[in-house]
């Protein structure tokens, strides 16, 4: 998963409702350099619309509420601004733990 | 008097009486309802060293303030007991209809002690024109015996005539006093955990039918339905999606990846099969219809059906949660969906705990692939990981006392301690109680709730999880702050269980504890603050701890199991992430310095006293008032 200079590309899998309502478990994406949670939310929108109103914010600003990103499994990524390299994965997943 | 009753209704079965008891105001005010008044009620009621399968052992039912004011989730109610599986306190929580008849026919509480000479049906209905007159039989059971839990219910409804009468009921695994017996109530919902069922029948009670007319009245009517109105928009948000669209079979995917999904015994921390069995594919494949409890708004209940061609158990539906998913699944490597929903068919039917019933088959499996248990003891079942029938064989066999289902009945702590040769070892369990589906090696915040919740391993009496999922902590490491956190969501909890709210709702609050002081003013108009709120949480959870204490609990009760203490995570994104003694003792000691207790873990007497918990060393039953 190599981008170009001017962009990164990465994976982003979805659980729950955006993989119900998108119909897909993961896409791949070439965001703008350098990719932070901005161009993140604004590529895969472009690419995946279903997640709009089921994940991502109408006004494609950042995730709804109650979605949270987790990259490669590990860190959580609350709602501060991050980057992001070639090869990384988010997962975009309900931030309710519980169950 | 508002949001309340004032009073409990104690039947003894032993004598066939019955009786009010006043609880006075403070007691209401100081432990709310719910899991808090019942914990304030069981240690009232309950002998300093009762045999839990005993007739001094009291079981409980408890309502709460909000019920019947028709805000949304707050149908439910509590039962708690002292617990055959752990000696400790038992505290379990269901829902729907049943609660509301509960409060309109018992008051704030019923409260059961004594044991019937033969099977019986506690029947218990109010006057409608003297709601305070009620009318309580002892009705022969006898013909109820070696029903399912689904089929009783509906076989007491018919036999009373009228459907309005809510059930209580036992299934054949509380008969046989399978040490986690549930009790289910409106349709297959449990109170789970603990064994509960086995109390009830110990007690000979097969079931407990209530229709009430007690008014509900609440102080502020107007201002409480506009807060409701609200609250229920609020409740059909974001912060609820993933329990209205998937319910909590949505974890398995997710926990899959994050390397915290609990798989073969806790061996491992992923599972191969786990999209076989996420809820995307149950959502998919097996999703008959989605449903919810009595006033309630999100309605997470997801019913699902077998699709193969075996007996008719899960053809019918059953109500599938995550806990079930993965203790009936991957804890016992078990991958076919129509397995999983089979199993889950079959405790719901038999009445016992899918978490403790799931672990401790778990504990069988790997036993059995390590020689200690053979195909003598198991009836000539290939109890081996990922055998779909033996694992359905099997829990018919638990619930019903046979063959080695006898000894499994006992739970895993029993009945490693019968097999020994080191089996404790890989008994997943917490004070006896079987750990629910969250790695703690992978969720360290966790690791520390699972060890010192007074129930045991419990997922529900801590939520330090969300800690872990969340950038608030490195949920792979260790650091002074979890004492903390754990004290802080335990209190949360208490409160939470005790107005009773459903978990699910609280991301739906802007301020949950200035909220719910609110809503506990209109209610019962009492002024309540929030920061008055929080120590309301704070006395529960230490009176929790001191019912343990005073049942011989001592600091080693607070650990975890080697396997989780000594073998790293073999895969995942975990992979070689341990949790050593050291650190889980370095997060208790932290946990007891937040709580204000000894090194030990005691409470002391000034602490007693801050929470106002010194005169409960008062004996039994001293300050029950008659009515």
């Known amino acids: ?99 | 008097m508002y949001g309340y009753h004032g009073k409990s209704l104690i039947v003894d079965l032993s004598t066939r009486t019955h009786r009010w008891d006043a609880i006075g105001s403070d007691a209401l005010r100081n432990f709310i309802g719910g899991i808090g008044l019942g914990t304030y009620l069981l240690y009232r009621y309950c002998p300093p060293g009762a045999d839990p399968l005993g007739p001094d052992n009291p079981l409980l039912f408890v309502g709460s303030p909000l019920v019947g004011t028709r805000l949304t989730t707050s149908s439910k109610f509590a039962v708690l007991t002292k617990s055959p599986l752990t000696g400790f306190i038992a505290d379990s929580l269901s829902s729907s209809h049943l609660a509301t008849e509960l409060k309109k026919c018992c008051g704030d509480a019923l409260i059961i002690v004594g044991r019937a000479g033969e099977p019986t049906l506690l029947r218990i209905e109010g006057d409608a024109l003297e709601p305070d007159h009620i009318s309580v039989k002892f009705e022969d059971a006898a013909d109820l015996a070696g029903l399912g839990a689904a089929a009783r219910e509906e076989a007491i409804k018919e036999r009373l005539g009228d459907p309005r009468y809510r059930v209580a009921c036992i299934g054949p695994a509380g008969e046989a006093q399978v040490k986690f017996a549930s009790i289910s109530n409106d349709g297959g919902r449990q109170a789970g955990r603990c064994g509960l069922g086995a109390v009830m029948g110990y007690k000979n009670l097969l079931a407990v039918a209530l229709r009430g007319h007690l008014p509900v009245e609440v102080a502020q009517p107007e201002a409480v339905r506009s807060y409701g109105k609200d609250l229920s928009r609020r409740s059909l948000g974001a912060a609820t999606e993933k329990y209205r669209n998937l319910g909590t079979i949505a974890n398995v995917a997710v926990f899959n990846r994050l390397g915290t999904l609990p798989t073969r015994n806790f061996r491992e921390s992923t599972f191969e099969g786990a999209e076989q069995v996420s809820g995307e594919e149950l959502h998919r494949n097996h999703l008959q219809r989605n449903t919810g409890c009595a006033n309630c708004t999100i309605g997470c209940e997801r019913i699902l059906v077998s699709r193969d061609r075996g007996d008719r158990k899960g053809r019918g539906g059953v109500r599938m949660e995550y806990e079930s998913l993965f203790a009936l699944g991957p804890l016992c490597g078990v991958a076919d969906p129509d397995v999983v929903i089979r199993a889950a068919a079959i405790c719901d039917d038999l009445g016992m705990d899918t978490i403790s019933a799931g672990a401790t088959v778990a504990w069988a499996m790997e036993c059995f692939e390590r020689g200690l248990l053979t195909t003598e003891d198991t009836g000539g079942l290939d109890l081996c990981f990922g055998n779909g029938d033996a694992l359905l064989r099997t829990l018919e066999d638990m619930g019903h006392r046979r063959g080695i289902g006898n000894l499994l009945a006992e739970g895993s702590r029993a009945a490693a301690a019968v097999v020994g040769s080191g089996s404790e070892a890989w008994a997943m369990q917490v004070k006896g109680l079987e750990m629910p589906g969250y790695e703690p090696r992978s969720l360290k915040t966790m690791a520390l709730g699972l060890a010192i919740t007074p129930r045991g391993a419990c997922h529900n009496r801590s939520s330090a999880y969300e800690a872990d999922f969340s950038d608030r902590v490195d949920r792979l490491s260790v650091d002074e702050a979890r004492g903390r956190i754990a004290a802080e969501s335990e209190d949360f909890e208490a409160v939470l269980d005790s107005l009773i709210w459903c978990k699910f709702l609280r991301k739906a609050f802007h301020d949950f504890y200035e909220e719910s002081a609110q809503v506990y003013s209109m209610v019962t108009g009492w002024e309540m603050t929030a920061h008055e709120l929080r120590r309301c949480g704070e006395r529960i959870s230490n009176l929790k701890k001191l019912f343990n204490i005073r049942e011989g609990w001592t600091r080693a009760d607070d650990t975890l199991p080697p396997r989780a203490l000594e073998e790293p995570l073999p895969d995942g994104v975990a992979a070689g992430v341990g949790l050593t003694k050291e650190e889980l003792d370095y997060m208790i000691a932290g946990y007891y310095q937040a709580r204000g207790w000894t090194a030990d873990g005691m409470i002391t007497e000034d602490k007693l006293a801050e929470m106002g918990l010194l005169d409960l060393t008062t004996p039994v039953g001293q300050d029950a008032i008659r009515l």
Not at chain 1, 14 to 39: C, D, M, Q, W
Not at chain 1, 72 to 82: I, K, P, R, V, W
């Open chain 1, 1 to 99: 998963m190599n981008g170009t200079a001017a962009t990164v590309r990465v994976k982003v899998e979805l659980f729950g409702t955006p993989r119900i309502h998108s119909g897909t478990a993961a896409v791949e994406l070439a965001v703008p350099y350098p990719a932070n949670r901005g161009k993140l939310v604004a590529a895969l929108a472009k690419q995946c619309p279903a997640l709009l109103g089921h994940g991502l914010k109408e006004d494609l600003t950042d995730l709804e509420d109650g979605y949270v990103f987790n990259l490669n499994g590990l860190a959580f990524l609350g709602e501060a601004d991050f980057t992001l390299a070639n090869g990384d994965s988010l997962l975009l997943i309900s931030s309710q733990a519980g169950g």
